[in-house]
């Protein structure tokens, strides 16, 4: 049974909200819609965890919980201007003016991040419609269709990415990416049958801070609703838990008055450890209170707390321990409490720890922002008098000290006015809802049900919780010609005196360096590294507050700057994260905005940013490596030291983002470590020619995501030509995901060892590669062979498009491309699907010439041969050795060779049984470099197998009912431009 309570502010008034139907999909839940907490993005100040009495000491506000104070009178200032709270002396901002013509304005929610990972936008919901602004400006982006967004959340490390599913218009369910910068939305991924429809509250749930999960419910087309986690990084589903077929036909019992309750929201962990499912229904039994989910399998892993009142989740001051802050109802001096309780729980509830005993106030709790604290948000009544903390905003901190901010000034009349505040992820900005009648008897609600009200933000500033900044400047060669040199002698701890030299800042690190802190280097300047040692190391860093090394905008600039440059003049790395000894494992590296060159760096030594012994959760972001041996090489390590429980020896969670790697002697990228991402970045003219030198070099990792980048001119050797394979992976590869990239080679500008991509064996051990996803790259002019699979299981490559216009013969797509050594894995289950090929030079398109195991699939491929070579193949298979599910509904359009070798023409190949539903004929491309569909009527359109081809295209476009061959599916003008849709239904 649901438990009833006395104070009324408590319950979820679910009857009144699930009978409103908004045309726009926000969030209308007024309770309990608890979720986690962004990461603050690498571009923003990254804020460490202070004790709340440094907090008290150094910021307005106060910080007696028992002093009562009463609401000055205040109006606010025109929107956009700063005015200040007499009582408080924090500082305010009007938002909006949506109030003024009866509207209203609000941010979503308290448990949602209103403000982009740096601070530069805020979402809004204005007068029932999604809007995105500007800070400080105000300024409304322009550019976004909002009208179908479904649950829109910041992405936490990508600050300019909104992530959302789309409207509920149809049955397809689309989880996408809008970019506010260019106003450009992109499907991710498509959810497969029987996914339908989002359910919209119970999905508004946030992201974990580092970006890879979210969770949520969909309805499902058996009538179901499914909990789902999704994994952003690969972009694949975690654990999926039907609500009837799994949960109440297994370990729940339905509720005896209210059926198959629901739960009221669906979410993951700040740190992305557990799915976390709130229910409707309180309780220690199955299916109630506060539930932890295993990610990936769905297993029950503990509960938290009994209860559904309004919460949030957060993370404790040591940066790893993830919390559950809610208004207690059961402490003993039978008042209201705030307290928190230790995820994951248990089998029945996390015991309490009580930080603020207080009136029958509360209404809602944010734990956006700094580690260690939650904003709090109470009601106000104050026909009888203020009590402490009525009707305020305040920090409540897990050691039981607070910082109150302001009153509201809200009456709380209707659901756009609750003031529900949030706070940013950096713990600059609060954002609140207020009517600001409060206390003078008006009532915003007179004439509009749900309140008319504006958005206002507290501007901590200089006030917040702030990290510990110690700032570099030199001028150095190529330094800017206004450049400013610092001093050594200087505090270092403002842009107007910062120290000198690199040695300084490192020594200052290594010595000295508090988890949150940053040490920043001047824009426009440039540091001589000289013969130092290049290592930066220290236990006091986080993955929830990493350290920072990165840029500032020095006094001296016009903001047109350059980032600042790095020269390695002497032996050594220029950045090195290891220690000495057996592995310690330590987390939590920002690199940042950085320039690193060497000038001096031989063959064999000298590496950009170099990890050793267990390094984790370190970011590489837009920093350039030029000149060294390697750019960047994640390497194993020594034998774990015994007393460390957290150590495996290797660099996991490590993020390459928007880097430039090039004219590097040997590799681009060296190494692995589990869940590795490198995304968006250049990579040129890594190597010496050699065969075994790449732009990127892969091994010994599990879930790794290469994914937006652009690799070219690989392993260069005197003659100006490509010499090794530009991406390659040996060893052990696990769950990889290689997407989107670009790989690519002049004409007359590669040897026949340039291969594009290549996922085999190298090595004398035995190796092996499962769950290997190659989809939607496009492989241009390479070696003699495009992209190659050996010793892969349950490996798929899909939608890539491989143009080849080398004078000399390539298989497009070889598996396998090598002979596997002693011990290595077999090959099996292959699938070959949905690719667009088109070759010259002669050769073979798609060779699978190794049966294995079987279970192996070649359909949907659109291919063009334009040369005159006899010896051409649109395939070389082992057809006589069985093995294959299917080798049909492919498309080969060729003058010269044979369909299959050593077997013919297609009507050969079909008489021996293959071959169903294939084509001898041009594809139909725009032309040789473009491979979408020419028309709708060309010969690749509707030819794909219906049931096998990929499900959705390179353009993460849903295929349809009849799927086009080749890597892009047809799409008219209707289909590309949606109609304008006022409204959409959950």
Known sequence: MWKQFSRGFLLLGMTVLLGMMWWVQVKQNAAGETAVSPATSAQASIVSTLPSTAVAQESDGITDPDLVVTPAPLSPAPVGEDFSDPVFGTTLRRLTAASDNGGWATHI?????????????????????????????????????????????????????????????DTTLRLQFTNVDSGQTTTMFTFPAPYERIRSNQSFDEISRNGRWLAGMASTSNSDQRLFAFNLETMSLGAELDLSADLYAGPCEPDPDWGEVEPDWVGVSPLGNYMMVQWTRDGSERCSGLETFDLNSGAFVGRVYDGHQHGDLGVMPDGTTEFFMTFELYHPSGSLSLGYRLLPGTATASEPTYVQVMDWMGDH????????????????????????????????????????????????????????????????????????????????????????????????????????????????????????????????????????????????????????????????????????????????????????????????????????????????????????GNALADAGYVLQNLDLRCTTCATTDGWGVFLFNDVNDVLIDNVR???????????????????????????????????????????????????????????????????????????????????????????????????????VAHGHLADAVITE????????????????????????????????TISGNRVENVGNVAIGLASCANCTVENNSIIHQQPFAVTGIAVPDR????????????????????????????????????????????????????????????????????????????????????????????????????????????????????????????????????????????????????????????????????????
């Open 109 to 169: 929610y308290s448990q949602l991040q209103a403000f982009s990972a740096d601070n530069a936008y805020v979402l809004l919901i204005e007068n029932e419609t999604y809007v995105v602004r500007e800070l400080p400006t105000l300024a409304l982006v322009g550019g976004l269709d909002t009208a179908l967004w479904n649950a829109p959340r910041w992405h936490p490390t990508q600050a300019h990415t909104l992530i959302h599913y789309d409207g509920n218009d």
């Open 365 to 580: 709790i944010s734990c956006r922002g700094m580690n260690g604290a939650c904003l709090i948000t109470t009601t106000a009544d104050p026909s009888n008098g203020w009590s402490a903390l009525e009707g305020e905003l305040f920090l409540q901190f897990t050691d039981g000290s607070v910082q109150r901010l302001t009153h509201h000034r809200s009456t709380g009349c209707g659901y756009w006015v609750q003031p529900r505040a949030s706070w940013s992820g950096d713990g600059r900005f609060v954002i609140f809802a207020s009517d600001w009648q409060q206390g003078t008897g008006g009532d915003s609600c007179g004439g509009f049900e749900l309140g008319a009200g504006d958005a206002y933000l507290i501007d901590l500033g200089a006030d917040a919780p702030a990290a510990n900044v110690r700032y570099v400047c030199d001028c150095d060669a190529e330094a800017d010609a206004a450049c400013v040199a610092g001093n050594d002698g200087n505090s270092g701890d403002t842009p107007a005196a910062p120290w000198q030299t690199y040695e300084q800042a490192r020594t200052y690190f290594n010595a000295n360096i508090a988890a949150g802190d940053e040490i920043r280097f001047c824009r426009g300047g440039a540091f001589d590294l000289g013969a130092s040692s290049g290592i930066w190391r220290t236990t006091s860093c986080t993955a929830g507050q990493p350290c920072v090394i990165a840029d500032y905008a020095p006094p001296w600039g016009d903001g047109s700057e350059p980032r600042p440059i790095l020269w390695k003049t002497g032996d050594g790395h220029g950045f090195e994260f290891s220690n000495g």
């Open 625 to 727: 490596l030029d000149g060294f041996a390697i750019g960047v090489h994640s390497a194993g390590s020594n034998p774990c030291d015994p007393a460390d429980l957290q150590c495996n020896g290797r660099n996991d969670r490590l993020t390459v983002r928007n880097a430039t790697i090039t004219n590097n002697f040997h590799q681009g990228f060296l190494g692995g470590g589990d869940d590795l991402i490198i995304e968006g970045s250049y990579f040129e003219n890594n190597g010496d020619g050699s065969i075994f030198d790449h732009n990127i070099y892969l091994s010994y990792s599990s879930r790794v995501q290469v994914r937006g980048n652009e690799l070219y001119r690989s392993s260069m050797d005197g003659n100006n030509q490509c010499g090794g394979t530009s991406l």
């Open 741 to 772: 990239n670009y790989v690519h080679e002049d004409v007359g500008g590669a040897g026949q060892g340039c291969w594009g991509i290549a996922i085999d064996p190298g090595y004398s051990a035995a190796e092996s590669f499962t769950n290997v």
């Open 819 to 986: 002979a596997p050594g002693p011990g290595d894995s077999a090959i099996d289950a292959v699938s070959i699907r949905n690719n667009s090929i088109v070759i010259s030079g002669g050769g073979t398109a798609v060779s699978l010439n190794e049966a294995g195991t079987g279970n192996h699939l070649i359909v949907s491929n659109a291919i063009e041969y334009m040369g005159s070579s006899a010896s051409w193949n649109c395939f070389d298979v082992d057809w006589a050795g069985g093995g294959y599910t299917a080798v049909s509904h492919n498309i080969c359009g060729f003058t010269a060779g044979e369909w299959v070798d050593g077997v013919g023409d297609l009507a050969a190949w079909q008489a021996l049984g293959w071959g169903e539903n294939s084509i001898a004929g041009l594809p139909g491309f725009s032309s040789s470099a473009n491979l979408f569909p020419a028309a709708e009527d060309v010969p690749l359109v509707d030819a794909g197998h219906p049931t096998l081809s990929s499900a959705t295209d390179a353009n993460g476009d849903m295929r349809d009912s009849a799927p086009d061959a080749g890597a892009y599916e047809w799409m008219s003008l209707a289909n590309l431009f949606l109609p304008l849709v006022v409204g959409s239904s959950q």
